[in-house]
């Protein structure tokens, strides 16, 4: 079945830092990708998203590129900030706007 | 406001109370779904409506039954629960065919003592 597999936080930087947490998936055909971001005491908000190998979504200086050589669609950053503090969630769906399946969520801390 | 409105965003229940969380899009949106999320698991979809119709139950207990009376409004009722059944319960919704995922609420946040 399709499956996310993301990098087990949580991830401690410091200000200014460069951020990459990893997600691979396990998916037939082409899925779409999305990293959906949750502040604390909030619901998921989607932060960006990819439908096709090669495409690079971007959001509030965050990038990830779809990778389907390799299956995976990480999340960057070049330089955090305290306020990027939050629980950043990998997910596929393999249907278009369907069925979202998605990772355990990686913790990130951003220390002044 | 994310366009999905969830009510109430808190709620604590005892086990032989009934209760029901409630969700609203604005979206125009035609799927809805409920999340449960607990402290360090993933995410697990519960039930999916597309079009008012149920399309997928995923194994959930029958002390959790959702309603869906139209394609803009989702219920989730909820009777005789277990502390386990402590959770945020995430409300979604998204456009079948758009690949541009789900709009979340902010959830609401259920404890059972």
């Known amino acids: 079945g399709n499956s996310v597999t993301q990098m087990e936080g949580p991830v401690t930087l410091s200000e200014e830092a460069f951020l990459t947490i990893n997600c691979t998936y396990t998916?037939?055909?082409?899925?779409?990708l999305f990293w959906y971001v949750q502040y604390p005491g909030e619901g998921l908000q989607l932060l960006l998203k990819?439908?096709?190998?090669?495409d690079k979504g971007s959001n509030k200086g965050f990038e990830a590129t779809y990778r389907k050589e390799t299956t995976s669609f990480h999340l960057e950053k070049g330089s955090v900030q305290v306020s990027d503090s939050a629980v950043y969630f990998c997910?596929?769906?393999?249907?278009?706007?369907?069925?979202?399946?998605f990772g355990k969520g990686t913790s990130l801390l951003v220390t002044p | 406001e994310t366009g999905v409105t969830q009510t109430p965003r808190h709620l604590v229940m005892g086990m032989t109370n009934k209760k029901s969380l409630k969700c609203e899009q604005h979206?125009?949106?035609?799927?809805m779904y409920w999340y449960k999320q607990s402290a360090k698991k993933p995410l697990e979809l519960m039930f999916v409506?597309?079009?008012?119709?149920?399309?997928e139950n995923n194994s959930v207990p029958s002390r959790f039954s959702p309603e869906c009376p139209n394609s803009s409004h989702l219920f989730l009722h909820l009777h005789t629960l277990q502390p386990e059944d402590s959770a945020l319960y995430l409300c979604?919704?998204?456009?079948?065919?758009?690949?541009?995922?789900?709009?979340f609420g902010s959830g609401t946040r259920l404890t059972v003592v």
């Open positions: 979604a919704s998204s456009q079948l065919g758009q690949g541009k995922g789900y709009t």
């Open positions: 998916a037939t055909g082409y899925p779409s």
């Open positions: 990819a439908t096709k190998a090669d």
């Open positions: 997910a596929l769906s393999k249907n278009s706007g369907y069925a979202l399946n």
């Open positions: 979206l125009g949106h035609n799927a």
């Open positions: 409506y597309n079009f008012k119709e149920q399309t």
